[in-house]
């Protein structure tokens, strides 16, 4: 299959029917942050930060979440006060298997969002269950991945002087042998991790990576390409564009059995999709403008 013919496939799937059906998991992912909150935490927090009176300051939150065991009895601090409280946390709300990643710590974070929410609402005399469903509605409607993929910038590309019709067209013919291993004709990449969803089949998420793979080879090879100089903006967005959807990938193939984690990362995956369409449309663009003038 053509780089072309890829580009059309993915446009017609995704866009052409009036919307991207990855729109819909990002749609999804809040309901499913939400059952996944109510699992954690309990009826209390069914739900996201919400805003007390204008004339009162809300509790100011601490940056991240605090570790102290005053008590010595194996848990923070802050858990012993929600248990203090009735609710209880589920192990995995503060054990991952990914520790350099900051989606590791997603269900301690939010966790500490709602409590300090509730404490500040509690101060001012202003919680009542409408307001924690506010409270957990406006947390998981403002839900992302932290982004840990570090762009490649202009300095790593290598560039020829050369810009005539000619060497844009070798040009052309290079970034096809490039991005070769990204081209199938499989479905869009999130059918494999809604299949892992419906299925709990973990072979659907070693198949995510095996496609993550194939976007990481294209991203080496285009990054090994001399290009014409006045290529540079849209070569290093398509690098960069290719590079961020690996990553997405990678990281649902790693947090696919971890529901706050997977709500997260379907809204970041909706939109390194779009950016991955969009760098390839403005390389077209590119293409066009040097061919036919």
Request: hydrophobic residues 40%.
């Amino acid at each position: 299959m053509a780089l072309e013919r890829w580009y059309t496939f993915k446009v017609r799937r995704e866009f052409m029917r009036g919307y991207s059906p990855i729109l819909i998991s990002a749609a999804l992912s809040v309901a499913v942050l939400i059952v996944a909150i109510g699992m954690h935490l309990g009826t209390t927090f069914s739900t996201t930060p919400t805003i007390v009176r204008a004339d009162l300051v809300p509790v100011e939150l601490p940056s991240y979440v605090p570790t102290e065991d005053a008590d010595a009895n194996g848990t923070p601090d802050w858990q012993d006060e929600l248990a203090r409280a009735g609710i209880s946390l589920a192990p995995s709300l503060v054990a991952t298997t990914s520790p350099s990643d900051p989606l590791s710590t997603i269900g301690a974070d939010i966790a500490q969002i709602l409590y300090g929410g509730y404490l500040s609402l509690k101060q001012y005399g202003e919680y009542s269950p409408s307001r924690g469903e506010q409270l957990g509605t406006t947390v998981a409607s403002n839900l992302r991945a932290p982004i840990i993929f570090t762009p490649h910038v202009a300095q790593e590309l290598s560039l020829d002087t050369d810009t005539s019709k000619e060497r844009v067209l070798t040009y052309r013919s290079h970034m096809r042998d490039a991005t070769a291993s990204m081209i199938t004709d499989e479905g869009p990449e999130f059918e494999l991790f809604a299949r892992y969803l419906s299925t709990k089949d973990a072979s659907w998420l070693g198949k995510l990576q095996i496609a993550a793979a194939r976007y990481r080879e294209a991203e080496a090879a285009m990054l090994a390409l001399t290009i014409p100089k006045d290529a540079a903006p849209e070569h290093l967005r398509v690098i960069n564009a290719v590079g961020g959807y690996a990553s997405t990938l990678e990281r649902l193939s790693v947090f696919g059995d971890d529901a706050l984690a997977s709500a997260a990362l379907l809204r970041t995956y909706n939109e390194a999709e779009q950016e991955l369409l969009m760098s390839f449309d403005m390389l077209a663009q590119y293409y066009v403008r040097k061919i036919t003038n």
